[in-house]
């Protein structure tokens, strides 16, 4: 007699680059529980990026949770977990990066929703995505139609991103881009939601779905990055992962560079430049370098090694605290530690958090009830 099929749903609400990190954690359920039903819980604005995977049976689309709103999250969490207990779900794992899973934020975004999963990880940790024939052939024919084949160098640019790690203003791409198509052979594409006229040598992608930028990149030489959805795209199974340089901000609310990324779970990076300051002077070089000269003397003369801060540690303790999350607090504290050792900024960070935290909270509830007088 057969068992009864185990009815398992994973909640990851967004955003694309988190949804492919769970990608490995539904692939990990379909090892740990062989058979399962997995049905995977989604906003509707991303529920795109799981799309034909092989791990996933069925998309539950979540629309009435906005992202960033704690309160409908909890709500929803609580709803979810309550089917568990009427019997419609087996089990129920949930590796959204909100509420108390923030607490598990260990200097990557990967790593926040990897240990979300309580049991182990030994399935591959590479994103999977999964393209259908037509978007691999929507790509060809946007290849073919701008040319990109007569060019040597082509760059693919993700200056919109929606993950926080950098801001770009479009004025600022433009100019540089501008400068970049004076390379002999060199063309730039930006890709984002945006749209643009396009010209022969800087190109708008926003034609393309953000799923098929992972196609686009087998016919790029170089990403330039900010460590938002393009590039983990990049990284996915369906995409090349192409020498890059990330453009990033290393003072963001949950910092996520591909660099602590990368050493983290054994990628190589000798084909990754991180920049912190924007300048355009220097971004600018640092693209020529790489293309008239090598990646590797571009890296050594402008990788910038992201400054060992704990700033998220605040942020987190304090969403923590607004709950009255001790728990939660305790165990990031020890993740932390567990990586970082007796940091004494971290320490620092951890106490401030703690100390500062009612005083914020009442200037918070203050400024919310200044605005609805």
Same mark, same amino acid.
């Given at each position: 007699?057969?068992?009864?099929? %185990?009815? =398992?749903?994973? /909640?990851?609400? $967004? &955003?694309?680059?988190?949804? @492919?990190?769970?990608?490995?954690?539904?692939?990990?359920?379909?090892?740990?529980?062989?058979?399962?039903?997995?049905?995977?819980?989604?906003?509707?604005?991303?529920?795109?990026?799981?799309?034909?995977?092989?791990?996933?049976?069925?998309?539950?689309?979540?629309?009435?949770?906005?992202?960033?709103?704690?309160?409908?999250?909890?709500?929803?969490?609580?709803?979810?977990?309550?089917?568990?207990?009427?019997?419609?779900?087996?089990?129920?794992?949930?590796?959204?990066?909100?509420?108390?899973?923030?607490?598990?934020?260990?200097?990557?975004?990967?790593?926040?929703?990897?240990?979300?999963?309580?049991?182990?990880?030994?399935?591959?940790?590479?994103?999977?995505?999964?393209?259908?024939? %037509?978007? =691999?052939?929507? /790509?060809?024919? $946007? &290849?073919?139609?701008?040319? @990109?084949?007569?060019?040597?160098?082509?760059?693919?640019?993700?200056?919109?991103?929606?993950?926080?790690?950098?801001?770009?203003?479009?004025?600022?791409?433009?100019?540089?881009?501008?400068?970049?198509?004076?390379?002999?052979?060199?063309?730039?594409?930006?890709?984002?939601?945006?749209?643009?006229?396009?010209?022969?040598?800087?190109?708008?992608?926003?034609?393309?779905?953000?799923?098929?930028?992972?196609?686009?990149?087998?016919?790029?030489?170089?990403?330039?990055?900010?460590?938002?959805?393009?590039?983990?795209?990049?990284?996915?199974?369906?995409?090349?992962?192409?020498?890059?340089?990330?453009?990033?901000?290393?003072?963001?609310?949950?910092?996520?560079?591909?660099?602590?990324?990368?050493?983290?779970?054994?990628?190589?990076?000798?084909?990754?430049?991180?920049?912190?300051?924007?300048?355009?002077?220097?971004?600018?070089?640092?693209?020529?370098?790489?293309?008239?000269?090598?990646?590797?003397?571009?890296?050594?003369?402008?990788?910038?090694?992201?400054?060992?801060?704990?700033?998220?540690?605040?942020?987190?303790?304090?969403?923590?605290?607004?709950?009255?999350?001790?728990?939660?607090?305790?165990?990031?504290?020890?993740?932390?530690?567990?990586?970082?050792?007796?940091?004494?900024?971290?320490?620092?960070?951890?106490?401030?958090?703690?100390?500062?935290?009612?005083?914020?909270?009442?200037?918070?509830?203050?400024?919310?009830?200044?605005?609805?007088?």
């Amino acid at each position: 007699m057969n068992k009864a099929v %185990k009815k =398992i749903l994973l /909640v990851q609400l $967004f &955003s694309n680059g988190d949804c @492919l990190y769970a990608t490995t954690v539904a692939r990990q359920i379909k090892n740990d529980y062989p058979n399962c039903e997995l049905t995977w819980a989604i906003a509707g604005f991303c529920k795109d990026i799981i799309s034909l995977n092989p791990y996933v049976d069925h998309i539950r689309v979540v629309n009435d949770v906005p992202k960033n709103d704690n309160k409908s999250f909890r709500k929803f969490k609580k709803k979810v977990f309550s089917e568990k207990a009427e019997g419609i779900w087996d089990e129920v794992f949930v590796t959204s990066n909100m509420d108390n899973n923030q607490a598990l934020y260990d200097g990557t975004i990967r790593g926040m929703v990897l240990r979300a999963y309580p049991h182990k990880i030994t399935v591959p940790l590479q994103s999977v995505l999964v393209l259908s024939e %037509k978007e =691999i052939n929507n /790509v060809a024919a $946007f &290849s073919q139609k701008n040319n @990109l084949s007569n060019f040597k160098n082509v760059i693919l640019w993700e200056y919109a991103p929606q993950s926080g790690q950098s801001q770009l203003s479009f004025d600022l791409v433009m100019r540089l881009s501008k400068q970049l198509i004076l390379i002999p052979s060199t063309c730039v594409i930006l890709s984002s939601a945006n749209a643009f006229q396009s010209t022969d040598q800087i190109i708008d992608a926003s034609v393309l779905s953000v799923r098929e930028n992972a196609a686009l990149s087998h016919y790029c030489s170089l990403l330039i990055g900010c460590s938002s959805g393009i590039t983990w795209l990049c990284a996915s199974s369906a995409g090349k992962m192409l020498p890059m340089i990330q453009l990033l901000n290393p003072y963001t609310a949950f910092i996520n560079a591909p660099s602590v990324d990368f050493t983290r779970y054994d990628i190589n990076t000798k084909h990754l430049i991180e920049m912190t300051s924007i300048d355009e002077e220097k971004i600018y070089e640092c693209v020529k370098i790489v293309i008239e000269k090598s990646f590797s003397t571009a890296r050594e003369k402008y990788n910038q090694p992201l400054p060992l801060q704990f700033n998220t540690t605040r942020k987190v303790v304090y969403n923590m605290l607004c709950y009255l999350q001790f728990g939660a607090i305790l165990k990031h504290a020890k993740i932390m530690l567990s990586i970082y050792g007796f940091n004494l900024e971290f320490l620092k960070q951890l106490i401030l958090a703690i100390i500062t935290a009612p005083f914020k909270l009442i200037s918070n509830l203050y400024t919310k009830k200044a605005i609805k007088l």
